[in-house]
Antibody
Framework: EVQLVQSGAEVKKPGESLKISCKGS????????IGWVRQMPGKGLEWMGI????????TYSPSFQGQVTISADKSISTAYLQWRSLKASDTAMYYC????????????????WGQGTMVTVSS | SYELTQPPSVSVSPGQTARITCSGD??????AYWYQQKPGQAPVLVIY???ERPSGIPERFSGSSSGTTVTLTISGVQAEDEADYYC????????????FGGGTKLTVL
């Protein structure tokens, strides 16, 4: 079964650091881009950035550039989203998602999603 | 960057047809994608490349495009279709950039 499994919920204090993970299985992890998407409580989806695990080529949304770091370890089929100093406004559900390939065509859709990691930042 | 605009809500009775629109200046040049998100669940891709349906998605879900507007149509709406729906597009010709619409809450009356 093709799936992305994310790490569990986190409760942190402002100023703390955090790294959450997204492990792919059931497919060739290095052949598919992995994106990260934020969903603040009661709000919509926001694209944060995307990484190619094969060569770690990474692009960030301007809204998140400098605020988070996206990385990947292809040896263990895992992508990461990291913060150096959390803020209360980082409280949200974070999803990883696989960029879809249909047939031989890479698309800009996300076809497989992780279950989400809830991050709560509160003093 | 560009934006995608969706109506906040759409209501329809069971068995009727629901149409959810998404507008954006880049849509004539870029494909649109649609996701369904039910409460407490991750989004699910229901339409890709404007009108293609992934395997496992019911035939009642269809997509179309006209100029700067794309439309998700759900024919014969069922109670289980009540969810939030998001359109999404991207520009990967230069520096890649993905964008989601604000989402539309579909209520089945």
């Amino acid at each position: 079964e093709v799936q992305l499994v994310q790490s569990g919920a986190e409760v942190k204090k402002p100023g703390e650091s955090l790294k959450i993970s997204c492990k792919g299985s059931g497919y060739s992890f290095t052949n598919y881009w992995i994106g990260w998407v934020r969903q603040m409580p009661g709000k919509g989806l926001e694209w944060m950035g995307i990484i190619h695990p094969g060569d770690s080529d990474t692009t960030y949304s301007p809204s998140f550039q400098g605020q988070v770091t996206i990385s990947a370890d292809k040896s263990i089929s895992t992508a990461y989203l990291q913060w150096r100093s959390l803020k209360a406004s980082d409280t949200a559900m974070y999803y990883c998602a696989r960029r879809a390939i249909f047939g031989v065509f890479i698309t800009d859709a996300f076809d497989i999603w992780g279950q989400g990691t809830m991050v709560t930042v509160s003093s | 960057s560009y934006e995608l605009t969706q109506p906040p809500s759409v209501s329809v009775s069971p068995g009727q047809t629901a149409r959810i629109t998404c507008s954006g200046d880049a849509l004539p040049k870029q494909y649109a994608y649609w996701y369904q998100q039910k409460p407490g669940q991750a989004p699910v891709l229901v339409i890709y490349k404007d009108s293609e349906r992934p395997s496992g998605i019911p035939e009642r879900f269809s997509g179309s495009s006209s100029g700067t507007t794309v439309t998700l149509t759900i024919s014969g709406v069922q109670a289980e279709d009540e969810a939030d729906y998001y359109c999404q597009s991207a520009d990967s010709s230069g520096t890649p950039y993905w964008v989601f619409g604000g989402g539309t809450k579909l209520t089945v009356l």
